[in-house]
């Protein structure tokens, strides 16, 4: 990593041509033959590599950064890392001190400081230290960001308005669920967050018991897939309670304590929620904003008389319904000409793409007719297939 960063390095970097797999070989073989050494050769064709990779997630920046494996997995997307430093600059004020406790590769760091932050970033493992460093010199954020190579147990919060918490939750290269075994832990996260106010980044899937009261609990989606929980505590909560973020268009989904609807049969539309309005519990709120109900206590799919657009669901036209066997659901797409069939599903067993592929050869217009969305879940309690059409 110091040598990729050194001028020789960041040179031979920029001089690559756009990383392609089949050339690879024969550019480290050509750039070796001129005289570079074999390991640094080899450490800048990977590092062409996971730029490429990490375009879609860093955006632009990636370009210019120094990455390593892990840290490029666990960092943070750029558009979720923008709007959180939005927030807290919003909250703290611009050219206030924050500290990235466990900064990784600097994702969030850099968002924070381009958001006018002061930045005092904290890394335990020094490769991963040094790519940070070196990115936010190469991004020219060196005069707001000071990257310490230290345990975050050890940072010094003198001044320090908030503190910025992700937590690595790999253990032995696989990923853990338990928020004690995160690094640091949960339990390790509040207690500094009775120091300094924090905003933690933390698996969708933590349990609602483990906010800590007064919180808000922000579930981020990203074109529809849940990235991450926001917890903000102290200063930075805005009043406590769960909400469903989605970007990229910012629309922000409040809870309010809205009891679920009832469960019925199915009207003309189905309504499927974002998985940011699941995973915050707020399937009743944005039923709420659609007039729904729901189809069954316990699935979070909702049903309403009227066609409402909404981010925070997707809309589909039910076009018919028939309770699940293999038999019906076939003879529905026969009588409905399908030439093939998208399986969708919640709360049943059915795997889709197997049930799709027991449907498929039973299809007499299979390759010639439009293709069909079958939604399998239960209606009241029954196992039911409705065959819908999403709203354009
Ligand atoms: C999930 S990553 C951070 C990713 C970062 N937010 C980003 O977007 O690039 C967590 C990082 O915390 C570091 N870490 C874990 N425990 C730490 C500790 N006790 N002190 C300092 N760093 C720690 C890990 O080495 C890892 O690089």
Same mark, same amino acid.
């Given at each position: &990593? ?5 001028? =020789? ?20 073989? *050509?750039?070796?033959? =001129? ?10 064709? !990977?590092?062409?590599?996971?730029? #490429? ?11 210019? &950064?120094?990455?390593?494996? #892990? ?5 943070? %997307? *750029? ?11 919003? @909250? ?7 500290? +990235? ?25 020094? $490769? ?40 690595? %939750? ?29 905003? $933690? ?6 349990? /609602? ?28 909560? %805005? ?16 809870? %309010?304590? !809205? ?12 309504? #499927?929620? +974002? ?22 206590? !316990? ?73 069909? @969305?079958?939604?399998? @879940?239960?209606?009241?309690?029954? /196992? !039911? ?8």
């Amino acid at each position: &990593m110091r040598a990729l960063a050194s001028p =020789e390095g960041q040179l031979l970097l920029a001089g690559l041509p756009a990383y392609d797999d089949r050339e690879v070989l024969a550019l480290g073989e *050509r750039l070796r033959r =001129e005289g570079l050494d074999a390991a640094f050769v080899s450490a800048a064709l !990977t590092q062409s590599r996971l730029r #490429e990779r990490a375009v879609g997630k860093l955006g632009p920046d990636a370009a210019r &950064m120094l990455l390593t494996q #892990e840290g490029l997995e666990q960092a943070s %997307r *750029r558009e979720v890392a923008d709007r959180r430093a939005e927030r807290l600059v919003a @909250t703290v004020g611009p050219d206030a001190l924050v500290a +990235d406790l466990g900064c990784g590769i600097g994702a969030d760091s850099l968002a924070l400081a381009r958001a006018g932050l002061r930045v005092l970033a904290v890394e335990r493992d020094p $490769a991963t230290a040094a790519a940070a460093a070196a990115n936010v010199r190469a991004l020219g954020l060196d005069d707001r960001v000071e990257v310490r190579t230290a345990d975050l147990a050890d940072a010094d919060l003198a001044g320090v308005a908030a503190a910025y918490l992700d937590p690595a %939750r790999r253990g032995e290269g696989r990923r853990t669920t338990d928020p004690e075994q995160w690094s640091p832990p949960w339990s390790a996260v509040l207690r500094l967050a009775a120091r300094v106010p924090v905003v $933690a980044k933390v698996a969708p899937g933590l349990a /609602h018991e483990l906010v800590p009261a007064g919180a808000d609990a922000e579930w981020v989606s990203v074109d529809g897939d849940v990235v991450e929980c926001a917890v903000w505590t102290g200063g930075l909560s %805005r009043g406590g309670g769960r909400s469903a973020v989605l970007l990229p268009g910012g629309d922000v989904l409040p809870g %309010r304590g !809205t009891p679920p609807p009832r469960a019925v049969a199915p009207f003309g539309f189905l309504y #499927e929620p +974002d998985g940011a309005v699941i995973r915050a519990g707020l399937v009743a709120e944005a039923a709420e904003l659609v007039d729904g109900w729901l189809l069954d206590p !316990t699935i979070a799919y909702v049903t309403a008389e009227r066609l409402v657009r909404t981010p925070f669901l997707t809309a589909y036209r039910v076009l018919d319904a028939v309770p699940f066997s293999l038999r019906r659901v076939r003879d529905l797409l026969r009588a409905h000409g399908a030439g093939d069939v998208v399986v969708k599903k919640r709360g049943t067993a059915v795997v889709p793409e197997a049930f799709r592929g027991q449907l498929l050869p039973g299809l007499p217009q299979r390759g010639r007719g439009p293709t069909l @969305t079958i939604v399998l @879940t239960r209606v009241l309690g029954a /196992h !039911t297939a409705l065959l819908v059409e999403r709203c354009a």
